[in-house]
């Protein structure tokens, strides 16, 4: 069964440095997105990217945030200062062109130290 | 912002009956709901989906529920099963908007 495959599974990143976040959407899927969980919370959107632009972004999703489609198969999640807060875990999804059903990855804890 | 509320945490059920969880929402715009299971470590899987025109979509041992009166959707599983205990989210969305407004989870237990 296609899956949407996202690493590193754990990254640790000392606070102010940057981190790459990388997810492999399900191929036949157009619609792409990152969302969070921070421990204790609930998942929250982040950034919906259709057509290689940003289609929607949440008030959290700030200039340190960025995504990129790098090629046709990779979609990654860049955070470019880190801070404490960002700590959570990061989980990629993708739908179909039609579908409202998002898939999700595993997901990649990120902690900031 | 409490768009969408699952009031109970935790449910406990034996196995074989009836594990019912419910979600409540404030947004009138949302017209597509969805719930998802966690298990630890992993990401949400997707269930069963229910459009705003409808009130019920069943799919095997689960069925969902839609009161858009009552802004009141729910989960049934019958029977329920040990594998069934994860976490389940339920979470809605609104027109061409794709984004998915997430509840805080029910943690469902089936003991055996």
């Known amino acids: 069964e296609p899956e949407v495959t996202q690493t590193p599974s754990h990254q640790v990143t000392q606070m102010g440095q940057e981190v790459i976040l990388r997810c492999v959407p399900i191929s036949n899927h157009l619609y792409f997105y990152w969302y969070r969980q921070i421990l204790g919370q609930k998942v929250e959107f982040l950034v919906s990217?259709?057509?290689?632009?940003?289609?929607?972004k949440s008030e959290i999703f700030d200039d340190q945030f960025s995504v990129e489609r790098p090629d046709g198969s990779n979609f990654t999640l860049k955070i470019r200062s880190t801070k404490l807060e960002d700590s959570a875990m990061y989980f990629c999804?993708?739908?179909?062109?039609?579908?409202?059903?998002?898939?999700f990855g595993q997901g990649t804890r990120l902690t900031v130290v | 912002d409490q768009q969408v509320k699952q009031n109970s945490p935790s449910l406990s059920v034996q196995e074989g009956r009836i594990s019912i969880l419910n979600c409540d929402y404030t947004n009138s715009m949302f017209d597509y709901f969805l719930w998802y299971k966690k298990y630890p470590a992993e990401g949400p899987t997707f269930l069963i989906s229910i459009s705003s025109i409808k009130d019920k979509n069943e799919d095997g041992r689960f069925t969902v529920f839609l009161n858009k009166s009552a802004k009141h959707l729910s989960l049934h599983i019958v029977p329920s099963q040990p594998g069934d205990s994860a976490v389940y989210f339920c979470a809605a969305s609104s027109g061409s908007a794709r984004q998915l407004t997430f509840g805080s989870g029910t943690q469902l237990t089936v003991l055996p």
């Open positions: 999804a993708s739908s179909e062109i039609g579908g409202t059903e998002a898939f």
């Open positions: 990217f259709y057509n290689n632009e940003i289609s929607e």
